[in-house]
Each structure stands twice: as C-alpha cells, then as structure tokens.
C-alpha cells in the first residue's frame, strides 16, 4: 500500500503536539481522517497552516473506526481504554504517552497481539540513537567502574518524573550490563544516603520554563567521563517521528514495535 494514502487519526488533537500533528500529517501527503478532543470541536491553530478540517470526535472508539492507524499523545489514565477501542477495531497504534504502570504497560502488549503497536517514549531519530548508543556503553563500562547517572529537564507543565525518555535511557543501560532498571534506579538523594552502589543508575531531574526537552547519560570512572546529550528545539521533532512511525506501522502484522523497527535498525 502507498504510505501517502494511510488514513491518519489524531487523539487529543487540540494539543500542543496534536497541532503539530495536523502540520505534518498535511506534509507527508497522508489523510488526516479524524481527531478527537475532549468536547468535539477541533480549535483552530492560531495561523498555523494545518490540514483541511476533518471528522472530530469525544470518543477513542469513534475515531478507530474511520482511520488505519491513530496517534495517541494523549494522557496515561486513557491508555487502557483506547487499546480496547483500537483492537476491537482492528487498527494500528502510535503511542507516544509516558508514565504508564503495570497495568497500562500490560494493557498495550495485549493489544499487540491483535494490531500494529509502535510504541516509544521519544518519536524523534536522535533520541532513538542516543538510546541504542547508551546500550552499547553501558556494556562497554561495566557498573563496577563507571557509574550511570542520567540528567533531565523538561518545561513546567511536565506531570512525570523522571521523563519517559529518560527511564528508556535508563532502561537501555540496564539492558547493557544484563540488570532490571527497577532493581537499581535511584531517583531520590537526600540526606545521609551513604556510598553510591556500583550498579546503581542515578537520575537528577529538571523542571522550568519551557524547555523542550534536554536528556544527557553520564558515566564516570576514577579517571575519565563520558557524557551523551540530546536536546530538543522543537516539539516538531517528535510530531514528524510519529507520523513517519504511523505510515510504517499500517503494513505491518500485530506486534509490539519501537521507534528502532520505523527507521530500520532493528
């Protein structure tokens, strides 16, 4: 199938990334088939050039049904809830929320088993990069000698921490020395916290203003560091990642797929 004829839906797309979505959604030549926002009324952008106006609904299961695939930046109390409408519908998701438990988590691989799922905490090439290259350090460094530590700061408005793109990071370094993240992440330091463990992967966080996004890994030894940065100038990034992942995913079978499989990695 030609990529430019997938039928695009939008969830939340009166958002700040959803506008951006609409811009991009227009300048891959796909279909912007639908949205859905909270009262059914798209807002307009404030000048924006964005797509034609489209179909707009209150419902995640309304939208499924008019599109081959939807991208979800929405919120984490609805991810259980749109991966039952977009399996009972049959269609493909790009799922870029964070902050998901065990439950939300399990909720998105059981919806693997039936549609596309691309799922990242970061849609940008960059970051999709930088995680691999953390993997490929963390085993090169072993915890004994360099420690891990992963800075983050984010605008104000952010409801999570650490960032999810910074827990991938982190993931991806416990990955390559073969630990669980959940087993050895420190992400509160205060008082008498005594020695650091050698396996420890440490996370200080960030937040102010209205910065984009800025993630950078450390590893420290007696007698070196190494530091990986990525920042982010412009949420667009991330809004062109997703809508690259959303006509990738529509010819692929049911499975569980990353940011690594769109760009051909993995």
Known sequence: ??????????????????????????????????????????????????????????????????????????????VRAHAQALTQAGTAWVLGTTGLG?????????????????????????????????????????????????????HRQKVDAPSGTALAIGNAVADGRGIVLKDHIETARDGHTGPRADDAIGFAVLRGGQVVGEHSLIFTSANEQLSLTHRSFNRRIYATGAVRAAQWSRTREAGLYSMDNVLGLE
């Not at 209150?58 to 109390?77: E, G, H, K, P, W």
């Open 1 to 78: 199938m030609d990529t430019k004829t997938v039928r695009i839906g939008i969830a939340g797309i009166n958002g700040r990334v959803g506008r951006l979505l609409r811009e991009e959604v227009a300048a891959a030549g796909a279909i912007l088939a639908g949205g859905s926002t909270r009262n059914g009324v798209m807002d307009p952008a404030g000048g924006d050039t964005i797509a034609p106006p489209c179909p707009v609904f209150t419902s995640m299961a309304d939208l499924a049904q008019v599109c081959d695939v939807v991208i979800d930046f929405t919120n984490v109390a609805t």
């Open 102 to 154: 065990d439950e939300d988590q399990a909720a998105v691989e059981q919806a693997a088993r039936r549609i596309a799922v691309v799922q990242a905490a970061n849609f940008s090439p960059g970051v999709t990069l930088m995680t691999r290259l953390a993997r490929q350090m963390a085993a090169a460094l072993p915890g004994g000698e360099y420690d891990a530590e992963i800075l983050e700061m984010h």
